[in-house]
């Protein structure tokens, strides 16, 4: 293990998700420092490569969300400066902050994954947004559930179970992103399944149960306390659970992710779990499913990530 002078823990940025990612980033520092390591919060900002440069950290824990810290980009910043951090490399969380790219990668692992399809906002007005809705709808069904192909946070993302329903959600999707992800709906059991690696190769923590209001676990969900319900553990058959597990596990080495990730999947009727996406940068609030797995796995956040953070120092080392 590195040994840790000062840490930093970086968030911001200037993405829709600018707000939560100093949520985590407060949340992640107070447990840190109950835990003995100092740590510094930084914006993600024109100041921050002087700020490393003149003072470098032993290691950077990375919290924002949203493209600048799930894309790679920051990664890659910290990589020119020779800063060790906390995450997956930068090529791996390109593939997994892409979500199609992400679903085929999961595909060829076997996993199972709703069947969808990709299309760029250019297609809708080329071809005629009805056409091309009807063309959806003929081979995909009802219902669906349309999200940005890139960014978290469930912005832009919204079911749809009628043709008008897919416009309008389309026409949202379209707010947050030049790409549609349009995928079937499976019905069942929403959960967030994190993993973790503190050296001795990756681990599912116990799956988080989401219940949300009105069934949609949208930004107003994830972050107003009190609106969503969780259960952590799941309440999820043994089978399905240890199968939840297994697909988190599975995405975490198929996509090439290092130290922590959170997969968020569907458990349907039958107990089937189906992959929907994966994340590099989890959320740290109060209100984030990482968090409340590891406090049902009896894991201090505070701990967990200082040990992250001395493994990324000691890999510089």
């Known amino acids: 293990m590195g040994e840790l ?97 992400a679903k085929v990668l999961a595909a060829a692992a076997g996993l199972r994954t709703p ?24 081979r995909m069904g009802m219902p669906l559930f349309v999200k940005p192909s890139r960014g978290g946070s469930a912005l832009g993302a919204s079911a749809a179970r009628s043709a008008a329903d897919l416009a309008t959600a389309i026409v949202g999707c379209f707010g947050y992103g030049e790409t549609a992800l349009i995928e079937r709906l499976v019905p069942g059991t929403e959960i967030a399944v994190g993993v973790i690696d503190l050296g001795d190769g990756p681990r599912a923590l116990p799956a988080v149960e989401v219940v949300a209001p009105g069934g949609t676990y949208d930004y107003a969900a994830r972050y107003t306390a009190g609106q969503t ?50 994340n590099v940068a989890p959320g740290m609030t109060s209100t984030s499913t990482l968090p409340l797995a590891m406090r049902a796995a009896g894991i201090d956040l505070g701990g967990c990530c200082s040990a992250l953070l001395e493994l990324a120092a000691a890999r510089a080392s």
């Open 229 to 278: 319900e969780f259960y952590a553990p799941a309440r999820l058959e043994a089978g399905a659970a240890a199968e939840a597990a297994r697909v988190a596990v599975a995405a975490h080495l198929a996509l090439g992710l290092r130290d922590i990730s959170r997969t968020d999947l569907i458990v349907d009727a039958a107990g089937d779990v189906h992959f929907l996406e994966v």
């Open 115 to 138: 069947a969808s399809v990709t299309l760029p906002r250019e297609t809708f007005h080329d071809l005629g947004a009805a056409t091309v809705i009807d063309l959806v709808i003929g």
């Open 5 to 101: 002078d000062y840490v930093v823990v970086l968030a911001g940025g200037l993405s829709p998700e600018r707000e939560i990612s100093f949520r985590s980033g407060e949340q992640v520092c107070g447990a840190l420092s109950e835990a003995g390591v100092q740590a510094v919060l930084a914006d993600c900002d024109a100041s921050l490569v002087g700020r490393l440069r003149s003072d470098p950290p032993s290691a950077v824990f990375p919290v924002i969300h949203g493209a600048p810290g799930e894309d790679g980009s920051v990664r890659e910043v910290l990589g020119l400066l020779g800063v060790p951090y906390v995450g997956s490399l930068p090529a791996a969380c390109r593939m997994a902050f892409d979500k199609p790219a």
